[in-house]
């Protein structure tokens, strides 16, 4: 398994990957760094450290390289999944409060 949980064969039949356009990121592509920027912000600094280091072979995870045209989309990224999260544990803390002071009026009525 790759580290981002894909499964590596090698057979005579594989279909061949289509090649990926470093100017302008596909659909596929903004996936690739949408569910890279996620694991990351998930695993931690380490994980992306390795996950450079472990596929310098595959083209799809160029971008993690600072030199390549899509680090800033993949830095982007990060960026907003960090404030998307945060947005939410606010609204969520928002709820929680809401719900501890209507439980507190309810018990002095």
């Known amino acids: 398994r790759g580290l981002l949980g894909g499964v590596y064969f090698s057979s005579d039949d594989e279909k ?7 100017s302008v990121p596909g659909e ?5 760094i ?9 695993n931690g600094p380490s994980f992306e450290a390795s996950l450079i ?11 993690l ?5 899509a680090h800033k989309i993949y830095k982007e990224e990060i960026k907003k999944i ?6 939410a544990s606010n ?7 809401k719900r501890n002071c209507n439980e507190r009026n309810e018990t002095n009525i």
């Open 91 to 97: 609204a969520l803390e928002k709820l929680r409060e």
């Open 28 to 32: 596929a592509m903004l996936r690739v």
């Open 16 to 22: 061949e990957e289509p090649a990926w356009d470093d």
């Open 34 to 42: 949408r569910t890279t920027a996620e694991f990351v912000l998930k």
């Open 53 to 63: 280091e472990k596929e310098t072979e595959d083209a799809k995870f160029d971008f």
């Open 82 to 87: 960090k404030e998307e999260s945060q947005k």
């Open 65 to 69: 390289r600072r030199s390549h045209p």
